[in-house]
């Protein structure tokens, strides 16, 4: 353990324990649960009431609205805990945690209403809708798809490039509606992570009032709160906004590589290979190479994923909320490079284990099939974050957003 993750420890060491355990309670209701969500693409009511009774989407708010300091290691440990039992509950759960952050920069009211609503939020980054300005507010249309945890939110932020009207070009923001407002399109018919419910959302000339804008490119230019900077410590506002926000994508595909790694091991101890002299596989020097290869390579991505939270930590103490370009396209770099060998882990173990492990529902292949849907995410493909990183060494400009 580093100094950084020492410090960070210490920090929430009161209830560090406690976050724990009842990311572990989610883990195992919702693993309880697998066949359902994947049968009826989204998670059970009672996974959901389970994250909502944790309060875990509270957590990353700052103070004045219930938040507290939650140092990122013990973050990142919350959703790898809960993906080592469900990748789909570990998904929505990381994503409720920050989804409640971007409200905490929209003005005095609007953080108000949306942080004392208690509901839970949902977003889509895609820049896909379009807006119009109608003299006093804004008007939405568009279709956005990939919502994950749209079937349990009421406030969904959806981005768009626009003029806004303290603005002196097109730029690229949230635009928060009410659920009430959007159709829900049916749309989540996937490989993986079948019980995140991500379906698409549809919006037809919806108000939106000028407070109800997140300035996205500026955060990520670093205005931190603005003019209203009501909490000077909030850490968020301290650390560069989109690289905070995709730093747990990694937990969650390291929790579902060591549950995997696990099953790998169980299988192979109880294996007896019919066609090879009835040789019980735990003997079989392949399987050995396989499983002490791996349990190497999952160290090695878990090192390089608290590299990046010791980063964070850096920046937030620090008050960084911009980086120079090698450094950001480096852990966009971390952030591919860990998703591609995660992928690829779990599929050798598919291909190491054989047929028996290719059934539906078999936690075998649901862990395969989620762990390498997580790694299609647009925020860490692995040949786009290795050739921005490269570009970036070389002084060029690397990945205009991530």
Known sequence: MTLNQQTAVRKTAANRDELIEKARQIGLIAEKHASEAEQNAKLSDVVIEKIREAEFHKLLRPKVYGG???????????IRTIAYHSVPAAWLSYFFVIHETWPAFLPKESRDELFNSGELMADVFAPVGKVTDDGEGYRLSGQWNFCSGVLWSDWIALGAVAKLKDGDAPEYSMYIVHKSDVEIVDNWDTLGLR??????????????????????????????????????EYQIANVPYMQFFLMGFQFIQIGGVER????FQNKTENRIRIFN???????????QRVLAEMKIQLSSLKGLSNEYLERLTHYQENSMTTLDEEEREKLFAIRGYVSKNAAEMALRVLLTLGGNSIFKTDPTEMFVRDIMTVAVHPTHLYEDSLAAYGKSIFGFKGNPTW
């Open 277 to 287: 002299h009835g040789q019980n596989e735990k003997e079989a020097a392949s399987s």
């Open 195 to 232: 019980g995140t419910g991500s379906n698409g959302v549809l919006v037809d000339n919806v108000y939106i009032p000028p407070n109800r804008v997140f300035k996205m490119a500026r955060v990520m230019a670093g205005q931190g709160l603005g003019k209203d900077n009501y909490e000077p």
């Open 260 to 263: 995997l790694l696990d099953i």
């Open 68 to 78: 507290q300091d939650l140092d990122y290691f013990t973050f990142g440990e919350m």
